[in-house]
C-alpha cells in the first residue's frame, strides 16, 4: 500500500524558516495530485499548496503566497514545502497528501486519498 511520511517540523520564532518533506513509499508512473495541508487547533484541515506530479499544476492558498514553495523531487520520491517569514499564525499540524488523477488538481480534502502522519510546526512571537 502507497504510504506517505512527512518530517520536518519544528518550532521557530517569527520571520524564521522550516522545510518540510513528504517521502512516498514507492515511485509510480501514475500522476498525482500531491498537496500540504495544514490544520489548527479547533480549526477545519486547509490546504496549503498543491503541486502536480507532471509539472502541470502548482497553486498556493492566499495566506502563504509568496512565502512558501511547494516543490518535488521525483528521483527521490519526495516533496517538499519550504517554509520562509513564517507567522504565529501558520502554527499547526501540517500533513501531506496525494491521490491518482488526470484531471486538473483540486484543492479539497475529500480527494485526498493518502494522507502522512502529519508533522507540527509552532511559530512564536
Known amino acids: 500500500q502507497w504510504r506517505l511520511v512527512d518530517s520536518g517540523g519544528g518550532s521557530v520564532q517569527a520571520g524564521g524558516s522550516l522545510r518540510l518533506s513528504c517521502l512516498t513509499s514507492?515511485?509510480?508512473?501514475?500522476?498525482?495530485?500531491m498537496a500540504w495541508f495544514r490544520q489548527a487547533p479547533g480549526k477545519e484541515r486547509e490546504v496549503v499548496a498543491v503541486i502536480a506530479t507532471d509539472g502541470s499544476h502548482t497553486s498556493y492558498a492566499d495566506p502563504v503566497k509568496g512565502r512558501f514553495t511547494i516543490s518535488q523531487d521525483n528521483a527521490k520520491n519526495t516533496m517538499y514545502l519550504q517554509l520562509d517569514s513564517l507567522r504565529p499564525e501558520d502554527t499547526g499540524m501540517y500533513y501531506c497528501?496525494?491521490?491518482?488523477?488526470?484531471?486538473?488538481?483540486?484543492?479539497?480534502?475529500?480527494?485526498?486519498?493518502?494522507w502522512g502522519q502529519g508533522t507540527q510546526v509552532t511559530v512564536s512571537s
Open positions: 514507492e515511485r509510480t508512473s501514475a500522476r498525482r495530485c
Open positions: 497528501a496525494a491521490y491518482i488523477t488526470y484531471y486538473d488538481c483540486i484543492h479539497d480534502k475529500v480527494a485526498y486519498l493518502y
